[in-house]
């Protein structure tokens, strides 16, 4: 299993979300990081995941 690093933001520059996910792999983060993402409702904000060698694996602005 691999931390990941989650972050959402309003336009305001107003931290969210900053949590640590933690996923078998990348694949699996970009899957069920989008599906924690729309269960929160920010899939419309600004926001990102990256692995833990900071490689993006979900970005939306």
Known sequence: ?????FTAFEKT???L???V????NDETAK???QKQIDDNGIS???HR??????KLILFHV
């Open 1 to 5: 299993m691999e931390n990941y690093r």
């Open 13 to 15: 520059g107003e931290t």
């Open 17 to 19: 979300f900053d949590e």
């Open 21 to 24: 996910w933690t996923f078998a």
């Open 31 to 33: 899957i069920e990081g």
């Open 44 to 46: 419309e904000k600004a």
């Open 49 to 54: 995941l990256v692995n833990s060698t900071g």
